[in-house]
Nanobody, 125 residues
Framework: QVQLVESGGGLVQAGGSLRLSCAASGRTFNNVAMGWFRQAPGKEREFVVAIRWSGSSTYYANSVKGRFTISGDNAKNTVYLQMNSLKPEDTAVYYC??????????????????WGQGTQVTVSS
């Protein structure tokens, strides 16, 4: 099993920035990739960004390209999400996820096997 703990959520004004962190523990040697998803009230969970440790390949949703940046430290089993130029539509619970398998892309929740509890991000207008 892999445990994921997110931190760094909060309330920010539109145009502001936040940085989320996700620390993995447990059987982390299984981690092939890590990512972030978000879920707003009444909406389905949607992909935000992911990083595959091998080759440090990154994948971004179109809605966050140019504003969000994922980075990570494989040795520390930690991934970060730097969110800039935040918009009210970015408001959601953000979930960290880890995948134990190699895929060509990681844009679906079905690609991930472990999930954190989520951290709230609220962007006021």
């Amino acid at each position: 099993q892999v445990q994921l703990v997110e931190s760094g959520g909060g309330l920010v004004q539109a145009g502001g920035s936040l940085r989320l962190s996700c620390a993995a523990s447990g059987r982390t040697f299984n981690n092939v990739a890590m990512g972030w998803f978000r879920q707003a009230p009444g909406k389905e969970r949607e992909f935000v960004v992911a990083i595959r440790w091998s080759g440090s390949s990154t994948y971004y949703a179109n809605s966050v390209k140019g504003r969000f940046t994922i980075s990570g430290d494989n040795a520390k089993n930690t991934v970060y999400l730097q969110m800039n130029s935040l918009k009210p539509e970015d408001t959601a619970v953000y979930y960290c996820a880890a995948s134990a398998a190699f895929y060509m892309e990681y844009g679906s929740p079905t690609r991930f096997h472990y999930w954190g509890q989520g951290t709230q991000v609220t962007v006021s207008s």
